[in-house]
């Protein structure tokens, strides 16, 4: 079953699904219209269908979150679903490296496996939706992967969604994604990828946009298209998204150049393109959702010619509401209703490929149960690519692997090293039951004494997970969990555990089987303790929805005094961004202190999830990190980046970082200092990057015994 109450959310993102002969007129005669009729072949099925649309119903169907059309049997859908490394923000699945990672295995036979582990665990949801009346945003079959953009400034905040900057490999590992998400079936696709951004789409974050590129005819052909033209010519994607940005003074979405004389004219492409999400509204010189008028191009004037310059330019369906404005724009004469039908005949088409309206029993995908998701061969893969994906940069006279005889005793320091983030990336899979690389050097090492310090921020002023030792629960380190049923904390919890750090991400999913994913609330309780004397900044970060139909509460008490308490009722909204809140605790001296942080949440799919963050100061931490240094025979630091830092568009303003994107490649300050630091008690230095984007280490490579590259890994890295 879904990791959701799905009585409770009946008839979420639309009318319920009216099945296929209940027509309006025929429903009680059993007539089949041409389009209910599998025997007929697709072309006609979807011009029939076409053909009954009133000109709203159709608009209506031109934005990702399609609307149902019960009188025709048309049930809602969205087109909106991420897969980069695994089937994502549906609960668990099976957690693949990130992208930059799965390039460096250099398998395409493994991104082709990849690729149709998402697709299968993307399709058993979908099975396991639909069977309850959920037509929801990331449950649909149209998989907007892979990210082939080349990944050309190593600043580039979205480089690691990307396979790298040598288009030849890009083309071939996207290209063997794309035939594993969409499968080999003659007749129907397991899912549609969606290779993007189309094209020459690589940062910065902060202007895209606005930004015009004019790339010459050489540098298109040879660096920015040859991944795009394999997806499409020989992977055979049915699917592509077009970008942000301007090419040669046209927005992407609207530009003949790409859509009409390449994709459709030399490539002979013959599925439908989507925007990225509010492309469109870029078009114009109104104000914006996704950031402000600032960001248009000014192509035209308002949203309605935005829409009309969309479709006429062959962007079939829009990320966002700005294609409902087209039966207005039929109306002012600014586009034809033929011309919004042909749009319309390339998304019924992909819906009828999907087997979206044929008999289950006829469909062979729509055999596949939920117990596909995170099955053991999956799991297996997503081990094998982490393997695969992590490269030995150095290795001091044959310093790894290390030997288990001469090494009891082992300092685990940095913060990557227990930062859920650091295994995941952006646009993540949730994985069930995550080890983290602390964990991880524990159970390998079994038999051996680890001590762990968190050792450095990511950079000074940033904000962390607060590590485990910060956080006892009698002799144990975190804090006693007690996880109830019900979002009021009523009766007695359904189990108690010890959560090592409070960092949890439950969207589309819950805490554990014995928890209803509707309706839960969470108390912890222990010892707060800080590394010196001061005033802590801490923080409390919950879940992201898109769309939000939640409520949650959250309160924190410290020393028996109430340091937060607020009450988030988004019913109304629809979407929201992790949200935060700050409180500040003064510690007069090294005494922990009582805590009690309680999180209730109900939902009807998305959004649950919180985070306890602080802000510590670097010198305490790298004390500790040199006192671990010191009981120890190795050091094994985990070092580099976190997604938190670099992706998509985020309000990240500190040294080296800005807006997603970096704004140098070195290793930040505090983890340098840091490395240095454990070095000079002369104990053997093993470093680990965890990262997305390139990072420098000038100082690492000259005194480090050894050196990893581990990406992001996914499930299997640590």
């Given at each position: 079953m879904l990791n959701l109450s799905l009585s409770r959310i009946h008839g979420l993102c639309g009318f319920a699904l009216v099945l296929v002969g209940a027509t309006a007129g025929h429903a009680q005669t059993g007539d089949k219209l041409p389009y209910q009729n599998q025997s007929l072949p697709i072309e006609q099925r979807v011009n029939d269908?076409?053909?009954?649309?009133?000109?709203?119903?159709?608009?209506?169907?031109?934005?990702?979150?399609?609307?149902?059309?019960?009188?025709?049997?048309?049930?809602?859908?969205?087109?909106?679903?991420?897969?980069l490394h695994g089937s994502a923000r549906s609960g668990p699945s099976t957690l693949f490296p990130q992208a930059i990672g799965n390039a460096a295995t250099f398998d395409e036979p493994l991104l082709h496996r990849i690729g149709e582990v998402i697709s299968t665990e993307a399709r058993a949801k979908?099975?396991?939706?639909?069977?309850?009346?959920?037509?929801?945003?990331?449950?649909?079959?149209?998989?907007?992967?892979?990210?082939?953009?080349?990944?050309?400034?190593?600043?580039?905040?979205?480089?690691?969604?990307?396979?790298?900057?040598?288009p030849f490999l890009t083309a071939k590992l996207g290209t063997s994604f794309v035939r594993g998400?969409?499968?080999?079936?003659?007749?129907?696709?397991?899912?549609?990828?969606t290779p993007k951004h189309y094209a020459v789409h690589s940062g910065p974050e902060a202007t895209r946009h606005s930004d015009n590129v004019e790339p010459t005819r050489h540098d298109l052909w040879d660096t920015y298209l040859p991944a795009f033209r394999s997806a499409i010519v020989n992977g055979k994607a049915d699917s592509i998204m077009c970008?942000?940005?301007?090419?040669?003074?046209?927005p992407?979405?609207?530009?003949?150049?790409?859509?009409?004389?390449?994709?459709?004219?030399?490539?002979?492409?013959?599925?439908?393109?989507?925007?990225?999400?509010?492309?469109?509204?870029?078009?114009?010189?109104?104000?914006?959702?996704?950031?402000?008028?600032?960001?248009?191009?000014?192509?035209?004037?308002?949203?309605?010619?935005?829409?009309?310059?969309?479709?006429?330019?062959?962007?079939?369906?829009?990320?966002?509401?700005?294609?409902?404005?087209?039966?207005?724009?039929?109306?002012?004469?600014?586009i034809k209703e033929s011309e919004v039908d042909v749009s319309l005949r390339r998304l019924f088409t992909a819906r009828f490929r999907l087997g979206l309206f044929d008999d289950p029993a006829s469909m062979p995908y729509a055999k596949v149960p939920y117990a596909a998701i995170l099955s053991p061969d999956h799991q297996q893969a997503a081990l094998q690519a982490a393997r695969e994906s992590m490269v030995l940069l150095k290795n001091n006279n044959g310093a790894l692997p290390l030997n288990a005889t001469k090494v009891r005793t082992i300092a685990v320091v940095g913060p990557n090293a227990n930062d859920l983030f650091s295994i995941l990336g952006?646009?993540?899979?949730?994985?069930?039951?995550?080890?983290?690389?602390?964990?991880?050097?524990?159970?390998?090492?079994?038999?051996?004494?680890?001590?762990?310090?968190?050792?450095?921020?990511y950079s000074e002023g940033l904000k962390m997970v607060v590590p485990r030792t910060a956080l006892q629960n009698g002799k144990a380190e975190g804090l006693r969990g007690e996880y109830f049923a019900n979002d009021h904390f009523d009766g007695k919890p359904a189990f108690t555990r010890v959560d090592k750090e409070i960092s949890f991400d439950w969207s589309g999913s819950k805490p554990a089987a014995a928890i209803p994913s509707e309706a839960f609330s969470v108390r912890w309780t222990g010892m707060l303790n800080a590394p010196g004397p001061g005033d802590y900044t801490y923080?409390?970060?919950?879940?992201?929805?898109?769309?939000?139909?939640?409520?949650?509460?959250?309160?924190?008490?410290?020393?028996?005094?109430?340091?937060?308490?607020?009450?988030?009722?988004?019913?109304?909204?629809?979407?929201?961004?992790?949200?935060?809140?700050?409180?500040?605790?003064?510690?007069?001296?090294?005494?922990?202190?009582?805590?009690?942080?309680?999180?209730?949440?109900?939902a009807k799919l998305f959004g649950a999830g919180l985070t306890l963050e602080w802000q510590p100061p670097v010198a305490p931490?790298?004390?500790?990190?040199?006192?671990?240094?010191?009981?120890?025979?190795?050091?094994?630091?985990?070092?580099?980046?976190?997604?938190?830092?670099?992706?998509?568009?985020?309000?990240?303003?500190?040294?080296?970082?800005?807006?997603?994107?970096?704004?140098?490649?070195?290793?930040?300050?505090?983890?340098?200092?840091?490395?240095?630091?454990?070095?000079?008690?002369?104990?053997?230095?093993?470093?680990?990057?965890?990262?997305?984007?390139?990072?420098?280490?000038?100082?690492?490579?000259?005194?480090?015994?050894?050196?990893?590259?581990?990406?992001y890994p996914g499930q299997g890295g640590a």
């Open positions: 269908l076409v053909g009954r649309m009133t000109l709203e119903e159709k608009a209506a169907q031109m934005i990702n979150g399609a609307a149902a059309i019960p009188r025709l049997g048309v049930p809602a859908y969205d087109y909106w679903n991420e897969g979908y099975n396991e939706a639909v069977r309850h009346d959920i037509h929801s945003i990331y449950y649909g079959l149209t998989v907007w992967s892979p990210n082939i953009n080349i990944f050309r400034d190593p600043r580039w905040g979205r480089g690691q969604e990307t396979y790298g900057e040598d998400i969409q499968g080999d079936d003659p007749k129907y696709f397991r899912a549609i990828a970008a942000y940005n301007a090419i040669d003074g046209k992407a979405c609207a530009s003949d150049l790409l859509l009409k004389d390449i994709l459709r004219g030399d490539w002979k492409f013959q599925g439908f393109v989507t925007s990225d999400c509010g492309a469109i509204e870029d078009f114009t010189s109104e104000d914006q959702s996704y950031g402000g008028g600032k960001h248009a191009h000014h192509y035209v004037q308002t949203d309605t010619e935005a829409a009309a310059v969309g479709v006429k330019s062959g962007t079939d369906t829009s990320c966002g509401r700005d294609y409902l404005h087209l039966a207005d724009a039929v109306k002012q004469g600014l952006n646009y993540y899979a949730i994985p069930q039951n995550p080890v983290l690389p602390v964990d991880g050097i524990a159970t390998a090492a079994k038999g051996k004494r680890v001590i762990y310090a968190q050792s450095a921020p923080t409390v970060r919950t879940g992201e929805c898109y769309p939000c139909h939640d409520y949650e509460s959250v309160s924190v008490s410290i020393g028996g005094e109430q340091k937060l308490q607020f009450v988030s009722d988004t019913e109304a909204k629809e979407s929201r961004s992790k949200s935060t809140k700050e409180f500040t605790v003064h510690f007069a001296d090294t005494k922990p202190m009582p805590v009690i942080i309680e999180y209730a949440h109900r931490l790298r004390d500790a990190a040199v006192d671990a240094a010191k009981q120890a025979d190795v050091v094994i630091a985990f070092v580099g980046l976190n997604p938190n830092l670099e992706g998509e568009e985020m309000p990240i303003q500190v040294p080296g970082f800005a807006g997603g994107d970096r704004t140098d490649i070195a290793l930040p300050a505090a983890q340098q200092h840091m490395l240095e630091a454990v070095k000079a008690t002369g104990k053997p230095l093993f470093v680990v990057l965890i990262n997305g984007s390139a990072v420098a280490i000038n100082w690492a490579k000259e005194n480090a015994d050894a050196v990893l590259e581990a990406w």
